[in-house]
């Protein structure tokens, strides 16, 4: 089995336990570092902490007891996100998260249609590159607002009420429901006017370019700001590349930087996923390397590209 094969069936095991596995009782709680979506409904195991994070970040109202079990919630929340985010990383993008592989679907049908891909010059992507920190200020900063009551209560938990994945991920469930046109007030039709626009529009950016959601997701922007905490990451040995190019072909974010860089062994960007697609494309013995702490999961060699090669039918780069 390849890496990525094996990363195909990660995805699609997790999107049936995340998506369907609470209708078996499981529930893994409400800090997923992933888009698993409670708009699902009972269906959902466990939903992404953007959610609760939004919805409990009114300092104002935490301030008032400081003994009250709803206020220590949250915080039992926040230290399970970290733990699972100090595990995994960013492979819960490149490899956990439901919506990721989603546009992971379209990717393939646009392949098996032979169309092409569309191209992000280097200067639209240095453009695009801080909608997901906009993003992320955003569902931070508008909570506590409302809270203070600067802002319609209506804003509250902001990024939900635009996010594509409560309006795609219940479509799993057979609910359309998200997709109808709220007009109770001008702030609601707002809102769903906005959402229903997303919805429209970003399965087709998913379509004709790999991962296109992943450009603007404030999960992704919040797991590299606490990058740092994590013990998975990707790491290379500059003297080792001989500079062919695969991984920067490979990558789904179309990183350049893994092939660029020629000093520093730390090559996860903002936009990596841990995906390893550029570690499996390097024929470079050591060159790139998925690392867990100190150990070693897998790492470039010129043996595993040639039987990848040997294969019938196998592009080295999809």
């Known amino acids: 089995m390849t890496v990525r094969q094996l990363r195909l069936l990660v995805q699609h095991l997790s999107f049936i336990i995340l998506t369907y596995g609470g209708r078996l009782g499981l529930n893994l709680g409400q800090a997923l570092p992933c888009f698993s979506c409670p708009f699902v409904g009972p269906g959902c195991a466990g939903s992404c902490y953007l959610i609760g994070l939004q919805g409990r970040i009114g300092f104002g109202m935490v301030l008032e007891d400081l003994t009250s079990a709803w206020v220590w919630h949250p915080i039992g929340q926040f230290l399970l996100f970290l733990f699972l985010l100090a595990l995994l990383g960013k492979a819960w993008c490149g490899w956990i998260c439901p919506f990721g592989l989603v546009q992971d679907w379209l990717t393939m049908l646009r392949q098996k249609l032979a169309i092409r891909e569309m191209v992000i010059t280097p200067a639209w992507k240095k453009g695009l590159a801080p909608i997901k920190y906009v993003l992320l200020g955003y569902l931070i ?7 203070a009551g600067i802002l319609h209560d209506d804003f509250f938990r902001p990024f939900c009420n635009i996010c594509p994945g ?3 991920m219940p479509l799993f469930a057979l609910n359309p429901s998200y997709l109808a046109i709220n007009n109770n007030n001008d702030v609601f039709l707002g809102l769903s006017l906005t959402l229903l626009a997303v919805t429209g529009g970003l399965p087709v950016g998913m379509f004709f370019k790999e ?3 992943c450009v603007f997701c404030p ?3 919040l ?3 606490l990058k740092p905490m994590t013990i998975l990451g990707l ?3 500059p003297k080792a590349c001989v500079g062919c190019g695969n991984c920067r072909r490979a990558c789904p974010m179309d990183v350049t930087e893994v092939h660029l860089e020629k000093v520093k062994p730390d090559v996860q960007t903002p936009e990596c996923i841990d995906c390893a697609s550029c570690v499996e494309a390097c024929a470079s013995d050591g060159a790139l390397t998925l690392k867990f702490w100190k150990y ?3 790492t470039s ?4 590209v040639a039987g990848l090669a040997a294969k019938p039918g196998r592009r080295l780069v999809p």
């Open 211 to 213: 991962r296109f959601f």
């Open 141 to 147: 900063l508008v909570p506590p607002l409302v809270t």
């Open 296 to 298: 070693k999961l897998f």
């Open 219 to 221: 999960m992704l922007a």
């Open 235 to 237: 790491v290379k040995e």
């Open 166 to 168: 409560r309006s795609i």
């Open 301 to 304: 060699s010129r043996r595993y």
């Open 223 to 225: 797991i590299h700001v």
